[in-house]
């Protein structure tokens, strides 16, 4: 008789324990899954960040303009290696539920210092030299099955054309995508100058200016020198990393990663009191049974491995039930175009079930050492007396 098959038959021995048990641990995987690879969303802005790339924006609020002026006077910064600046649009299509994320930017320097965008150089000529021009990210494109020649018009719900209407009309010729998945690539970009020639204000402001060093060792030296130059003047700056910059913006909608934390430690918590019980009455329910395995010649080291291993097989299998729904929620809501422009770079990573598996036997270890510790040190006399 194996080990393998009297742990499974443990195991199966009360099918509603089992049952129940099994469906606690696969609650507490699947919110780990479907949490973390949400959490994974919102870290990968700060992930994906160059560490050469800065932001600079106004002290008071990322939402206030910049004088265009500064950008030259930046340039200039020893350190500086490439700098260009961008704008908010406040895109929409057709309707404003149809949010696409639209940015005016310099089109002959932005994908210099947005290198980690990859984007055919034809294409990427063809938009820096049509005024209408519109380069849309891979992610934007698949969701509304745009493709490059299409004439499409975007709305603004902040600016207005100078002829009265929101509306402006592009050309799609280009589409960029990103050097890896965690590169986010929803939205579009438009030429700043047909956005400022077009719109009624702001023609001598921009919204943020973003710039590489030549290295990161030379990031803070660089941020202190933009900062110092523009103190004391009616628009002053405070620049940092392109990192910093996304973790305090997300950091604006809470701590979303603290929140999610908490759900899945919470989770776990009440999971491992659970688990732990269980797998304490059910060796306590087979006292007799053990005794008697070990007068037949099973060691004490036998037994132990015995337990433990009934408490991880059950910690796998509603670990694993758990993580393939989660893979499949993960993926489905990854196709749905509500949440295509929420949450871009959503996916179910490989790390999430490197880190699940290890949960799982993380969560058998704890939960299974101490029945499996008595279970060895059972007293067989004491117990077959007691029996």
């Known amino acids: 008789m194996s080990d393998l098959y009297l742990v499974f038959k443990n195991l199966t021995r009360n099918k509603l324990r089992l049952i129940l048990s099994c469906f606690a641990i696969f609650i507490a995987f699947l919110l780990f899954g479907v949490l973390g690879s949400v959490q994974k969303v919102f870290d990968s802005g700060e992930e994906a960040s160059s560490d050469t790339r800065l932001m600079v924006v106004n002290k008071i609020n990322f939402t206030q303009p910049l004088p265009i002026a500064y950008v030259n006077k930046i340039k200039a910064i020893e350190g500086v290696a490439s700098v260009t600046y961008a704008n908010w649009f406040g895109g929409y299509y057709k ?3 149809n949010m696409v ?3 005016a930017v310099d089109q002959d320097t932005y994908f210099e210092v947005y290198n ?4 055919d150089p034809a294409q990427l000529q063809e938009w820096q030299n049509t005024r209408t021009g519109l380069m849309v990210g891979r992610v934007t494109a698949n969701q509304w099955g745009w493709k490059v020649g299409d004439k499409i ?10 002829t009265g209407g929101q509306t402006w009309e592009f050309n799609i010729v280009g589409i960029f995508d990103g050097e890896n998945p965690q590169v986010d690539t929803s939205g579009a970009l438009l030429h700043y100058k047909y956005f400022i020639e077009t719109q009624t204000f702001g023609s001598d402001w921009v919204g943020w200016i973003p710039l590489n ?3 990161a060792a030379l990031n803070d030296s660089v941020a202190n020198a933009i900062d110092e130059q523009f103190a004391n003047s009616p628009a002053e700056t405070k620049t940092s990393t392109e990192a910093q910059f996304a973790k305090a913006f997300i950091e604006q909608l809470g701590n979303i990663g603290f929140i999610l934390t908490s759900v899945v430690s919470a989770a776990f918590f009440t999971i491992l009191m659970i688990v732990a019980n269980t797998m304490a009455l059910a060796v306590s329910e087979r ?3 053990i005794a008697v395995l070990k007068t037949l010649g099973f060691s004490a080291k036998r037994i132990f491995g015995q337990v ?3 408490s991880l097989l059950l910690s796998i299998i509603g670990g694993l039930f758990g993580l393939g729904l989660a893979a499949l ?3 489905g809501a990854a196709q749905a175009p509500q949440l295509k422009s929420f949450l871009p770079t959503l996916m179910f990573p490989t790390e999430i079930w490197l880190k699940g598996f290890a949960y799982m036997l993380l969560l058998g270890f704890v939960t299974g050492f101490f029945p499996a510790y008595n279970a060895m040190k059972l007293n067989t006399i004491d117990a077959l007396n007691r029996s």
């Open 153 to 162: 018009s975007l709305s603004s719900n902040i600016f207005s054309q100078k």
């Open 116 to 119: 980690n965008f990859v984007v």
């Open 213 to 215: 060093t030549t290295e």
């Open 329 to 331: 929620l993960v993926t």
């Open 287 to 289: 006292t007799n049974e």
């Open 308 to 310: 433990l291993s009934e």
């Open 95 to 97: 309707e404003q539920k």
């Open 101 to 103: 994320p639209t940015f």
